[in-house]
């Protein structure tokens, strides 16, 4: 028995099939879109995150190049400190100033030499005036190296004076290196924070265009395996039709040689009693017209 297919079912299957093919196609060439455009995203956000470590890495610097000459500063200003506290005790050795009574005792002692060698006095007054003038020397004397130790402590002071001064002049210099440094880093916070938004709101670009890839890819997938399931039965309607038409030219060749069989046996017949007939009729017995 011949199965009849529809040829419409099979058309049908065929458009179906075609449908889905163009529309996979098409899910294909948007997910490559929108790779493509998630790449592009991708790439900007590289480029905008290189500038920003390029930017965060000078502001460290800014701020390490700050911190450094704090310490410094703070360095400077503690030896300072310290050589006040030293200045301090210097002059707490200095009880008074004896350069007033050291130049009232040298014209006393010069006034007592001169009284010596001029005046006309007795052994007793002479020796009464070298009492005193050798008291007066022993003084000065005293005097004398106390006003050298003073002037060492004051030559000490103004000394540590001139160092302080050098230091709280260095202290400053490394404070303004300190806050310009400060000032260059706080001046790159806003490049820095702008960055950091559009790098945000690219990542979540990105994040969206590869959703949207995926999303596209799948539906491209779940088509393609649809079209996977339709052609297999378009293929087995394309086969059932060969079968069919193979089977109806095999009825039909089959009928042929059938025919051809019946004619051949017909003809066979045919002559073969046309040689029974001219035999007969060589051999006389047979008589035609009685």
């Known amino acids: 028995m011949v199965r009849k297919k529809s040829v419409s079912e099979l058309e049908k299957a065929e458009i179906r099939l075609q449908s889905l093919l163009e529309k ?11 790779r493509e455009e998630r790449d592009l995203v991708h790439e900007k956000k590289r480029e905008f995150g290189a500038k920003f470590r390029e930017l965060r890495g000078q502001r ?22 310290v050589l006040i506290g030293a200045k301090r005790k210097l002059r707490g050795k200095v009880a008074g100033s004896v350069s007033e009574e050291l130049r009232s005792l040298r014209r006393q002692v010069a006034q007592m ?6 005046a006309t006095l007795t052994l007793s007054e ?16 005293e005097l004398e190296s106390l006003k050298a130790d003073q002037d060492q402590v004051i030559k000490e002071v103004r000394d540590v004076d001139a ?4 230091l709280f002049a260095a202290a400053d210099q490394e404070h303004q290196v300190a806050v310009e440094a400060s000032e260059r880093a706080r001046a790159l916070d806003a490049e820095l924070k702008e960055l950091v938004q559009t790098i ?3 990542a979540s670009e990105g994040d969206e265009k590869h959703n949207a890839y ?3 890819k799948a539906q491209a997938d779940d088509v393609h395996a649809k079209i996977v399931d339709m052609r297999s039965k378009v293929l087995a309607e394309r086969n059932a039709r060969r079968a069919e038409a193979r089977e ?6 089959a009928q042929n040689q059938a025919v051809k069989r019946a004619l051949y046996d017909k003809e066979k017949i045919e002559k073969s009693a046309e040689e029974a007939l001219r035999a007969l009729l060589q051999k006389g017995r047979v008589e035609i017209g009685r």
């Open 24 to 34: 996979r196609d098409a899910l294909n060439q948007e997910s490559h879109l929108l």
């Open 60 to 81: 460290s610097a800014f701020v390490a190049d700050a911190r450094e000459h704090r310490a410094k500063r703070d360095e400077f200003q503690a030896k300072a400190k």
């Open 113 to 118: 030499e001169m009284r010596q060698q001029t």
């Open 126 to 141: 002479e020796n009464d005036l070298l009492d005193d003038l050798k008291e007066r020397m022993k003084r000065l004397h």
């Open 163 to 166: 160092t302080i001064t050098e």
């Open 200 to 202: 945000t709101t690219l």
């Open 214 to 216: 995926l999303e596209a």
């Open 248 to 253: 109806g030219r095999e009825l039909i060749r």
